[in-house]
């Protein structure tokens, strides 16, 4: 058995004698309003693009409140957000309230103002929130609106192996367009992480951008080095932590910047939705809004809905799938089927210490490479019969792709990107560990 983490032990479930709600407690009340149009139980879905004004005094108080830009000082008259009304909308590609509702959750979830998230007096209420998140129509959109906000022409930004291969395309093939440049840095591979961060970042550094756990072989980077090279040179820390969850690892925490999710992943949890988030400080989070009022990466109230709906489960979801990917890890590491298995909650895997120290749980996804060849692992996911064969993870149904068929037709452009004809990607759901071991077990034996 492998040791357990402890970085964050039990801090997502811990209540504080009260003073501060659990994190289970969160997923289910964090960031909706306490009493709901029509006495609902639910957060509604308000499928309307366009918000209405009942006569000009009130589309004034909205521009005021709209236009306020900070807090005032004692004494001062000043209108700001807090002196007025709550919060309404005006048009849905600027936002809307179930999109708004979803955003509240999930900034409380990864570290946001944990007090009062339960209660009316929220981020709904206040402008000066610790913690701020915006929902977007995908992931990739929260990725690629975050970037075109932070970057500049002229800027540099340095990405860390392992980032999401899209990410890595938008960077390669479409910033230098904008005149900017990266340095891609094989961030696992180096020790220590923060020196080689400090040889490769410029004085154009604007963004150090990561991705931990990485696709598809869960390497873990140490986050607390790259905060320190990043807070010597001012330069703004994202990290896309899709495959973590906020219930085994909180970025802020650690004191990263902004915080990316594919929220279509396990945010969501029921492979129903498509949507991306950003977390971080409000004023960051202010002007990645600005860019997205632009541009248009709105997401759907009904998607949003959704989110609402698979984020209230969210503890109860991951939990299970990382004791059920660490049994599955551990019984494949000892099959002689089976080459190799990659995963942080193993002692053999390379980071499982960094992985100790800054997780509470070491995620839903198991990676491993077979005994054989191409054909050979084909054979060994076609023998599979409870997991469905496809390219996405973190749902309730468990999802299995062959790394080499999805990455490339042509054997050496697999080569160039890393990937092994024998590496297979297990994305854990919540059946009954006992039924995915007995499967994996089935189709092994008949190699």
């Not at 209230?312 to 939990?319: A, E, I, S, Y």
């Not at 995620?363 to 997991?387: N, W």
């Amino acid at each position: 058995m492998s040791d357990q983490p402890t970085g964050e032990a039990d801090q997502s479930r811990r209540s504080n004698d009260g003073a501060v709600p659990a994190f289970s407690t969160l997923t289910v009340h964090a960031g909706e309003e306490r009493v709901k149009p029509y006495h609902a139980l639910t957060t509604p879905i308000v499928q309307s693009s366009t918000f209405t004004f009942e006569n000009t005094a009130e589309i004034l108080r909205f521009v005021e409140r709209r236009d306020a830009g900070s807090t005032p000082s004692p004494g001062s008259t000043k209108v700001t957000a807090s002196t007025l009304p709550s919060d309404r909308e005006e048009y849905g590609r600027y936002g809307n309230p179930t999109q708004g509702a979803a955003e509240r959750k999930i900034a409380a979830l990864e570290g946001g103002d944990r007090v009062d998230a339960v209660t009316r007096v929220d981020a709904v209420t206040r402008v000066d929130a610790v913690t701020r998140a915006l929902l977007f129509a995908s992931g990739m959109n929260a990725i690629t609106t975050t970037l075109l906000t932070l970057l500049s022409s002229g800027d540099h930004l340095v990405v860390t192996d392992g980032c999401y291969s899209r990410t890595q395309e938008f960077v390669r093939e479409f910033l230098p367009r904008w005149g900017v440049d990266a340095t891609f840095l094989e961030a696992t591979q180096q020790e220590p992480l923060g020196a080689a961060l400090a040889d490769v970042i410029r004085p154009n550094t604007r963004v150090i951008m990561c991705e931990t756990p990485t696709n598809p072989y869960l390497r873990v980077i140490d986050l607390a080095q790259v905060v320190e090279a990043a807070r010597q040179h001012d330069i703004v820390t994202v990290i896309d932590s899709t495959f973590a969850t906020p219930v085994n690892l909180r970025p802020l925490e650690h004191g990263l910047d902004l915080v990316i999710h594919s929220a279509t992943k396990y945010l969501g949890g029921h492979n129903d939705l498509l949507a991306g988030a950003v977390i971080g400080p409000g004023d960051l989070v202010d002007q990645i809004k600005a860019t997205r009022d632009v541009l248009g990466g709105v997401g759907s109230p009904h998607d949003a809905y959704l989110l609402i709906r698979g984020l209230k489960t969210l503890d109860l979801r991951v939990r299970r799938q990382n004791a059920t990917a660490q049994r599955v890890a551990e019984y494949l590491e000892d099959h002689p089927a089976v080459r190799r298995v990659h995963y942080p909650g193993l002692p053999s895997h390379p980071d499982h210490q960094v992985a100790r120290r800054q997780m509470s749980g070491f995620g839903g996804v198991v990676s491993f490479d077979i005994d054989g060849d191409l054909e050979r692992t084909g054979r060994f996911v076609d023998r599979l019969r409870l997991p469905y064969v496809g390219p996405t993870l973190g749902g309730v149904e468990s999802v299995v792709r062959q790394q080499a068929l999805f990455a490339s037709s042509d054997p050496a452009e697999r080569r160039k990107l890393g990937v092994a004809d024998t590496l297979v990607r297990y994305a854990i759901g919540i059946e009954d560990a006992g039924d995915i071991i007995a499967d994996l077990d089935q189709a092994l034996a008949g190699l």
